[in-house]
């Protein structure tokens, strides 16, 4: 990942991979290929994926039902109120209110999952 695009981003992203936070903090969700799941699932390759195909992770049914293929414009929504957008998931995440910050959100995971 580029120096420039590191510095534009909140520090809360980074809570997803960078190894500072891996000895205080339990990880969600890693990003990279191959990757196991946490808490949550691996999120490479979600960009094209439909909802709940990660592999080897026991998703709720809510999560592989909404059926979406989630693309930049699916992320974007989803994270304003993930529990909102797909009712029943056991996403533990309060979202983000800020159209600023979602979109960060998105070309980060963009960047880090392709
Ligand atoms: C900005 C932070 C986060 C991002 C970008 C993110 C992204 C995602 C995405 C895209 C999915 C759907 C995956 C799919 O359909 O294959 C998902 C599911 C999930 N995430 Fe997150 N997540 C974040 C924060 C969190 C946090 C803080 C937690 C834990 C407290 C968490 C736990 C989970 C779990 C458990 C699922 C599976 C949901 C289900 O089966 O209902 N995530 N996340």
Do not use: C
Not at 18 to 34: E, I, S, V
């Amino acid at each position: 990942m580029h120096l420039s695009l590191r510095s534009a981003l909140p520090t809360w992203l980074f809570k997803l991979q960078d190894p500072r936070f891996k000895t205080r903090r339990a990880q969600y969700h890693t990003l990279g290929a191959g990757e196991p799941n946490k808490v949550g699932p691996n999120l490479h390759g979600i960009f094209g994926r439909k909802s709940g195909q990660a592999e080897g992770y026991s998703y709720t049914t809510a999560n592989v039902n909404k059926g979406v293929t989630w693309d930049g414009t699916a992320l974007f929504e989803y994270h304003e109120n993930p529990k909102k957008y797909i009712p029943g998931t056991k996403m533990a995440f309060a979202g983000l209110k800020r159209e600023k910050d979602r979109n960060d959100l998105v070309t980060y995971l963009k960047e880090a999952t392709t």
